[in-house]
């Protein structure tokens, strides 16, 4: 019988290693939600007891660092905050990746274990299709990777040869942007909240309407402008 005892707990140790093997080498997360998450907007810490969620944000430029409280059901999780307003986060199939459910808010990301870089279509990693204009000719694009708070990437003519690259750090205040530099000018990329398309400031006196889309989007409001590629 003692036999027996040990044998069945050798055969289960090895069945749960097995099993967390299987999933990506890491254990099953039994909170869901619980760990350090890297967003498209900050840093988020989750703490899950049952079905009761609180979130500590770093939002990237030194804004809205405090706490939220959320309530837990299955791979969803809804909070109500004073800067993004009631939402809820979403995990996808594998438990390492959060979104929010509502296409007019994006508050997005990934398990800071498995990496710094957000996943494409969160922030700004994605392609960028450039609305054609006087600076931007037809077919320029935009590839950009969003790691943290810190943002890279490449523009394109509209034969895919790189002409200018892109540097630098997400801002959080009222809205979300990217503060950078091309590789002869400072350049702002001014984000809409779903995160479907930017503006591109170069000169904020001026009022050129630059802009870009997500993708797969067919085009974006930015504010006081619809930006169509």
Known sequence: MKYLTWLTLILFAGGSQLFA????????????????????????SFVQH??????TIAGYGGVWNQPMTGKAKGKEVSFSTSYLGDFTLVLDSSHNQLKTKSPDLSFCGIRSDVTQ?????????????????????????IVLT?????VT???????????????????????????????LDPVTFV???????FEIVFDPSSNLQLCAVREGQTSAYLGYFTCQP
């Open 117 to 141: 870089e957000v996943p494409k279509g969160c922030g700004f990693t994605d392609k960028w299709i450039v609305a054609p204009n006087n600076i931007f000719p037809q077919g320029t694009y």
């Open 50 to 55: 049952g079905n009761n969620v609180t979130g």
């Open 153 to 183: 990437g490449n523009m394109y003519d509209g034969n895919g040869q790189i002409f200018d690259s892109v540097t630098g750090s997400v801002y959080w205040g009222k809205g979300w942007r990217m503060n950078g530099t091309t590789n």
């Open 146 to 150: 969003q790691t943290a708070d810190q």
């Open 21 to 44: 093997n299987v999933n990506g080498n890491k254990p099953v997360h039994g909170n869901k939600f619980t760990g350090k998450w890297v967003m498209n907007i900050g840093t988020v």
């Open 191 to 197: 984000i809409n909240a779903a995160e479907t398309g």
